[in-house]
């Protein structure tokens, strides 16, 4: 069982900071530029050792806990709230493997503690199964690996100083291992490119990173895990873990958001067709009773699941299933929360000086952070049915 770290139960960043998040995060978005006012404002704050042990300086919040102080920074910032927690799942990852007797990833913690921060580079095009597989090639050399992939989505290129990535070494065709590694900015052999012009979550710069033929010392290496599910470790699943609860309350942030809108201009709604304002009308009430109920659903949902996570539940083969379930039990609620405010805003969302029109984009964009619909339906049933989550599908 993990161990926990003392209860936090007040709020760590103060309402005057996260309302000047929420002031920058429409301007980030028109700009498409990263959130550094925010990132600056909040690692100045401490933000960025929420996750480290008390041991190596920081708060020691467990995952249960981060995951509060994620959503609560989402309900103001999404995009900024996404972009730290790819900091975070790394820095939690490291904090979770000490409080369960494995310091194989110490450095992590203490290079976090010296304001270091991490970032991720494992979405890969053609790879529905990050972490699992690669289409990055990795040999063995002397002293360590070497890497040849193209990695996106990895959110804090301006800033990170670690980039941790994956690759397949498939020297043994038969026996396909994943490395996984941390490469420091100062390596040679990668390339950024400015590739970030997206729909939603703009603020995070997850732009492309080459790597054209990095070297990384065997001091950096993580994990050397057969391909697939079967090489899941404790080390794998602690990511997603943490990445997925932090994308679930980054989601459920923006739907509490949503409904606060909705309930703010719903009574100030009026129509010709009515001496009451729309407040009263009963398809109206309707829909936001729609958005209600959704709501309400998620939070005992992500609550329980980074819960049990944060206090050693065994849930066995079953964790997968739990943690991606999660995750999409968010995302998709909040889309149709944030859908249906739209509906209800009259065409006014349309308009760019919405922060509805902003948020539906944010909303759309959790579709695209993994595990997506497929790997998640696919997992789930797999894991229900006791079928080998490696197993390839059969037609006819």
Avoid at 279 to 284: G, K, L, N
Avoid at 336 to 351: C, H, P
Wanted: hydrophobic share 40%.
């Amino acid at each position: 069982m993990l161990a926990t770290s003392p209860k936090i139960n007040q709020p760590l960043l103060s309402n005057d900071l996260l309302q000047r998040c929420a002031d920058r995060a429409a301007m980030y978005d028109r700009e498409n530029r990263f959130c550094q006012e925010d990132f600056d404002e909040l690692k100045a704050a401490g933000y960025l050792l929420f996750t480290v042990p008390p041991e190596f300086g920081g708060k020691g919040l467990t995952l249960a806990e981060m995951s509060r102080e994620t959503r609560r920074l989402a309900y103001y910032a999404p995009a900024t709230a996404v972009c730290l927690n790819m900091h975070h799942y790394w820095v939690g990852l490291a904090a979770d493997l000490y409080r369960a007797g494995d310091y194989s990833t110490n450095w992590i913690l203490e290079q976090a503690s010296q304001g270091k921060v991490f970032a991720a580079g494992h979405a890969e095009t053609g790879n529905d199964l990050p972490l699992l597989y690669s289409t990055t090639k990795v040999e063995r050399v002397e002293g360590g690996y070497r890497f040849h992939g193209r990695k996106s989505f990895g959110s804090l290129t301006p800033v990170w100083n670690w980039l941790g990535i994956h690759g397949m070494d498939a020297s043994d065709p038969e026996h396909p291992q994943i490395v996984h590694a941390f490469m420091p900015r100062s390596a040679s052999g990668y390339t950024i490119k400015d590739t970030w012009d997206v729909l939603g979550m703009r603020a995070t710069r997850s732009d492309d990173t080459i790597l054209e033929d990095v070297f990384v010392p065997d001091e950096y290496i993580s994990r050397v895990v057969p391909a697939g599910f079967g090489g899941a470790d404790f080390f794998i699943l602690c990511i997603f873990a943490w990445a997925l609860m932090g994308f679930a309350n980054v989601y459920y942030g923006i739907a509490q958001r949503a409904i606060d809108l909705t309930l703010e201009f719903i009574p100030q709604k009026t129509s010709l067709a009515m001496s009451n304002p729309m407040s009263h009308h009963a398809e109206i009430q309707h829909n936001i009773a729609e958005m209600i109920l959704e709501f309400e659903a998620i939070g005992p949902h992500i609550e329980t699941i980074a819960e049990d996570w944060s206090t050693g539940v065994d849930y066995g083969a079953a964790w997968p299933s739990k943690l991606v379930s999660a995750k999409y039990h968010a995302v998709e609620s909040s889309w149709q929360i944030v859908d249906r405010a739209l509906d209800l805003s009259g065409g006014f969302g349309m308009f760019k000086k919405s922060e509805l029109e902003r948020l539906f984009r944010d909303a759309r964009a959790g579709r695209f952070h993994p595990a997506n619909s497929a790997l998640t339906h696919e997992i789930v049933a797999k894991v229900a049915l006791d079928l080998n989550l490696d197993e390839q599908p059969r037609w006819g």
